[in-house]
Nanobody, 124 residues
């Protein structure tokens, strides 16, 4: 198991940028596929982005493609989500997720480690 702690959320205006960070505990971070999900009030948890263990593969949800970038630094046990050109519809609690796996994972139910979430609010 790995413990995850997100940070970097906040209140911004439309068009602004934010970078979320997710710090993971343990010495086996490089064995985990990492993902970002978000959940807005009254909505289901939505896939945002995922990155493979070695950073060779990334994948994004349709609503964030071209605006968000996921990256990881295995030396720092940290995964990042750079969010540019933010829109009010990006407002949600953003969660970091991890699973010891080879392939990129898109479905929330397939992850077995979750952070507590960080709030991102985008005003128009």
């Amino acid at each position: 198991q790995v413990q995850l702690v997100e940070s970097g959320g906040g209140l911004v205006q439309a068009g602004d940028s934010l970078r979320l960070s997710c710090a993971a505990s343990g010495r086996t971070f490089s064995r985990y596929v990492m993902g970002w999900f978000r959940q807005a009030p009254g909505k289901e948890r939505e896939f945002v982005a995922a990155v493979s263990r070695s950073h060779l593969r990334t994948n994004y949800g349709d609503s964030v493609k071209g605006r968000f970038t996921i990256s990881r630094d295995n030396a720092k046990n940290t995964v990042y989500l750079q969010m540019n050109s933010l829109k009010p519809e990006d407002t949600a609690v953003y969660y970091c997720a991890a699973k010891e796996e080879y392939s990129v994972i898109y479905y929330a139910d397939d992850y077995n480690n979750w952070g507590q979430g960080t709030q991102v609010t985008v005003t128009s």
